[in-house]
């Protein structure tokens, strides 16, 4: 049972209950459904999907070489891709509320194989961002994915379901970064894109032939459909306060990798692409805390989770600003940070799903909207501060959105407290 604010469709229009209402948990057959294989698939495939986000960012240095242009503008293809992302989680992922998932998500997969062999042919920087723009856009397939994992998983192992899948997903942005890397190294920078055109095609067969089927989803509007996520934003706190955090750690996660491939291509370290690539298995500690996180979050222990993942994450930065000549305290830095960002990310979505079950879709299409312009604006910011001041701006940049973080923790913290207080 859950109370809350929550906007179910009646008819044709979003009408909203008042915050007193009951709302009964999802009623979808999830007993029989999300069996460990099931739960391997949907990790997977979110993987596969997030992954074409992150190509990029190992071949920054060799796609400048390649189109003949400075390092710090390739930083753009990055935010190309979050961009792309971003209107994709605008406009596609609310439809997981509407449409029969079984055919949505291998119709949007099969849309990023055409963006993603696109990209391999890229004559220029500016066809490669546009094609990456809307490989991005498509990628959302994980984020349809990751709330209808969680409407099939039963209630009690929600947050252990939603984390073992979000630790697939956590998986394919890192070892993304390693696959790139290594493989641009040994036969060119489109042949990254080529081969995730080919596991992206083989993953809609797979998707369109084992995802299970659903009863039929609600008759309603696109645009009411858009418009119930804008008033969801507006009626629910803890949405306000879990998206403004999610901005603010993703800004600092886009900030950290980003950096990394320009402050590992200069002295003293000096690496090539496949080296670079390797550090993304650094955040293989993140991914399998997301599970833990998940387990968590099921105990009930949200607040210590995010408040320590916080402050973990301010103090990597430490770290980070030593790591510009000491290797150890970068690998620790980068370790320590991807830990904090992704245990408090888990957080943040167990809380939105339990708002409303009937609308986890539109909920997280406006959660990780917010999430993703939060990296969007990372990215973009590194960019500059690195042509600014090199390294120590950049890690100057990262405490500066982790610090942010921090005290709209805090403040929210303290006024949920408040409000505990008075309603004693």
């Known amino acids: 049972m859950i109370h809350g604010f929550v906007t179910p469709f009646h008819g044709d229009l979003p009408i909203p209950i008042r915050r007193e209402t009951v709302i009964s948990p999802t009623s979808e057959h999830h007993h029989a459904v999300m069996n460990p294989g099931r739960v391997l698939l949907f990790a997977l495939a979110c993987g596969l999907s997030v992954a074409n986000l992150y190509y990029a960012q190992p071949l920054l240095p060799q796609i400048a070489v390649s189109f003949g242009v400075k390092i710090g503008q390739t930083a753009n293809i990055v935010t190309a891709a979050q961009i792309g992302y971003i209107l994709g989680l605008a406009l596609l992922v609310p439809l997981g509320d509407m449409l029969v998932r079984r055919r949505l998500i291998p119709g949007v997969i099969g849309v990023a194989v055409v963006a993603l062999v696109a990209a391999a042919a890229a004559p220029n920087l500016l066809m490669l961002e546009l094609a990456v723009v809307l490989a991005g856009t498509c990628s959302v397939a994980a984020q349809i994915l990751v709330p209808f994992a969680a409407s099939l998983a039963e209630p009690q192992r929600q947050g252990r379901v939603v984390g073992t899948v979000m630790s697939g997903l956590l998986l394919g942005i890192l070892l993304a970064r390693s696959f790139s890397g290594i493989v641009a190294q040994a036969a060119g920078w489109r042949t990254v894109y080529a081969g995730a055109a080919g596991a992206m095609a083989l993953l809609g067969v797979l998707l369109a032939f084992n995802l299970p089927n659903e009863k039929d989803r609600p008759s309603v509007r696109y645009r009411d459909l858009l418009a119930s996520v804008i008033h969801l934003v507006r009626a629910e706190p803890v949405l306000q306060v879990r998206s403004i955090l999610g901005a603010l750690i993703f800004a600092t996660f886009s900030v950290i990798w980003t950096g990394l491939s ?163």
């Open 262 to 424: 320009f402050l590992l291509t200069g002295p003293p370290y000096e690496f090539g692409s496949a080296t670079i690539g390797l550090f993304g298995l650094l955040g293989v500690a993140g991914a399998l805390a997301a599970t833990f996180s998940g387990h968590l979050a099921d105990r009930g222990w949200e607040r210590h989770v995010t408040g320590g993942g916080l402050v973990l994450l301010l103090a990597s930065t430490g770290l980070l600003a030593v790591g510009s000549h000491r290797l150890w305290a970068l690998m620790a830095g980068v370790v320590l940070g991807d830990l904090a960002i992704q245990s408090v990310h888990i957080q943040n979505q167990h809380l939105i799903f339990a708002i409303d079950p009937a609308a986890r879709s539109r909920l997280n299409t406006a959660y990780m909207v917010f999430y993703f312009i939060g990296g969007a604006i990372g990215s973009a910011s590194c960019g500059l501060a690195w042509s600014l001041g090199g390294w120590s701006t950049v890690v100057i940049l990262m405490a500066f959105y982790a610090t942010s973080a921090l005290v709209v923790w805090i403040a929210s913290d303290a006024v949920h407290r408040r409000q505990r207080h008075f309603s004693r």
